[in-house]
């Protein structure tokens, strides 16, 4: 696949640890601090943030990747240090609000990992809505052996990818999950070879891109919040988010296309 990104212009473009680009419906959200591993310091977290709320308008669906040899080192250990405890839970608000703006945001997310995703890292990756996975990523969350715990909504996320017990051996342990083990884990969706989880990403996006928009909108915003939900409330906001989305000019469309044999069987082209 050929991958040619055109440069957002006005603030996105102008973003100095995030490189935001564009390709079609397609919007590419580069962690863009190679020489720190991507490690995310206070000035990119907030710089993930503010793009996730100013995506540009043609925006259907966002790419997350990083530069260089890793997706990302996770929390930037070099301010940890500095901070008062009060400072503390302010700076892991912060993190929260950027990364509910990934799950709850617009529009649906995938992360694209290669390298270390380790820490913050795999908590921005848990944020995403699906991951493909090159085979050079590892997963790990130092936090127990730098004396820290998560604090960037991976006691949140982490767990409903692959469980308590394992999130637990991570960080009790140090123990590191390669591609394959972060896989049948259930952290990634896809695996990919070096050099092509970015296409494998787009391939996906422009999939995504293509369904109607309120049927992204009822998978990303309402299913997540269903499955946290006790099954009676979720089963009445099913049916609320099902008629909604029914009742849409572009279902009843699909549904005619599908009925007047204009539309693909499932599973085949
Ligand atoms: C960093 C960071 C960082 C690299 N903060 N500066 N995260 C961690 O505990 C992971 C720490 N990092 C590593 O284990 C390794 O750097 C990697 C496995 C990710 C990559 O190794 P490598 O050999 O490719 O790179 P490097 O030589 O270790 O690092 C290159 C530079 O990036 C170096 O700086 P330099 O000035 O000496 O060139 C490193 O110091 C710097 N660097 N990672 C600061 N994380 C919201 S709570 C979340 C809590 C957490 O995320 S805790 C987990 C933190």
Redesign the pocket.
């Known amino acids: 696949m050929n991958l040619e990104f055109e440069p957002v212009p006005g603030l996105l473009g102008q973003l100095s640890m995030l490189r935001v680009e564009t390709r079609g419906a397609v919007v590419h959200l580069r962690l863009n601090r190679p020489?720190?591993?991507n490690?995310v310091n206070d000035e990119l977290i907030a710089q993930i943030h503010t793009a996730f709320i100013n995506l540009p308008p043609q925006s259907r669906v966002a790419v997350v990747s990083g530069e260089g040899?890793?997706f990302c080192?996770?929390?930037?250990?070099?301010e940890v240090s500095d901070r008062t405890v009060a400072e503390g839970i302010v700076h892991?608000r912060l993190?929260h609000a950027a990364f509910d703006q990934l799950q709850f945001g617009r529009v649906p997310v995938i992360a694209v990992l290669h390298g270390?995703v380790?820490?913050?890292?795999l908590?921005l990756a848990a944020s995403a809505h699906l991951r493909v996975a090159e085979r050079s990523a590892f997963y790990g969350l130092?936090?127990g052996q730098?004396g820290?715990f998560?604090?960037?909504s991976?006691s949140a996320r982490i767990p409903r990818l692959i469980g308590v017990s394992r999130m637990t051996d991570m960080m009790l342990t140090g123990r590191v999950f390669d591609a394959e083990e972060g896989h049948a884990a259930g952290i990634s969706n896809y695996l990919a070879a070096p050099g092509e989880g970015l296409a494998r990403a787009f391939e996906l996006a422009e999939r995504i891109a293509a369904n109607a928009p309120l049927s992204n909108f009822a998978v990303t915003q309402a299913l997540p919040r269903i499955a946290d939900m006790a099954q009676s409330d979720g089963l009445f906001v099913e049916a609320l988010m099902s008629a909604i989305a029914q009742g849409d000019e572009a279902a009843k469309e699909r549904v005619r296309a599908f009925l007047d044999k204009r539309a693909p069987k499932v599973g085949k082209p």
């Open positions: 020489a720190k591993r490690a040899e890793h080192a996770g929390l930037d250990l070099s892991s993190w270390a380790v820490g913050g890292g908590e130092p936090e730098r820290i998560v604090g960037g991976g």
